[in-house]
């Protein structure tokens, strides 16, 4: 279970999804280290646990953890990430896309 604050511009957007259990759709590219960027009001961070680094030259894929949900995050290859550490990374919430868990069909 994972409670996120949404900016005031995305709370009309998914007001159907209020008070619902839903499936947070995120792209690895609407991610990035927290660390590296300053804290901006409204915008939400995720403590995760760094499964893997993978650099790549311009960009390092990290494979996160929270509870029993792995995700991708594509970062900025200044991140310190490394593997068992945990690190708070933060979702573009303007660009997330919600699902119904049950039907697996978009909301909103």
Do not use: Y
């Amino acid at each position: 279970d994972l409670t996120i604050d949404l900016p005031e511009g995305c709370i009309t957007r998914w007001q159907k999804a209020a008070g619902r259990r839903v499936v947070l759709g995120i792209r690895p590219h609407d991610m990035e280290d927290a660390a590296l960027s300053p804290d901006s009001p409204g915008s939400s961070t995720l403590r995760a646990r760094v499964e893997l680094v993978e650099p790549m030259g311009n960009e390092v894929v990290l494979l996160l953890s929270i509870g029993g949900s792995r995700f991708r995050a594509v970062v900025d290859p200044r991140t310190e990430a490394k593997v068992h550490q945990e690190m708070r990374v933060r979702p573009d919430l303007s660009k997330m896309h919600l699902f119904d868990p049950e039907t697996e069909e978009a909301i909103g």
